[in-house]
């Protein structure tokens, strides 16, 4: 079955980096997009960003163009999320995501807290 495990979050300072990860399974990887969403407390959940099958076109929200970057490893069957700069408007749970067979599925998500 389809399986998205996220990990990497924690408590950094605003201004500090992270890279979350996603390890999927369960679907050919290397055929998908693949995005990363956040849910901030009392908010709707929202897209970051996306990337493409062979990683050759990303998408970006506004939000965070210039200081995120996604990335693949389809060797890996990995997703990554590099997070620089970051604002405590950036906290949230981040998910990972892939759109398959008519669904989306969907991972438990990382805790990412940005504060001082």
């Known amino acids: 079955q389809v399986q998205l495990v996220e990990s990497g979050g924690g408590l950094v300072q605003p201004g500090g980096s992270l890279r979350l990860s996603c390890a999927a399974s369960g679907f050919t990887f290397s055929r998908y997009i693949m995005s990363w969403y956040r849910q901030a407390p009392g908010k709707e959940r929202e897209l970051v960003a996306a990337i493409t099958s062979a990683g050759g076109l990303t998408n970006y929200a506004d939000s965070v163009k210039g200081r995120f970057t996604i990335s693949r490893d389809n060797a890996k069957n990995t997703v990554y999320l590099q997070m620089n700069g970051l604002k405590p408007e950036d906290t949230a749970v981040y998910y990972c995501?892939?759109?398959?067979?008519?669904?989306?599925?969907w991972g438990k998500g990382t805790l990412v807290t940005v504060s001082s």
């Open positions: 995501k892939v759109r398959l067979n008519g669904g989306d599925y």
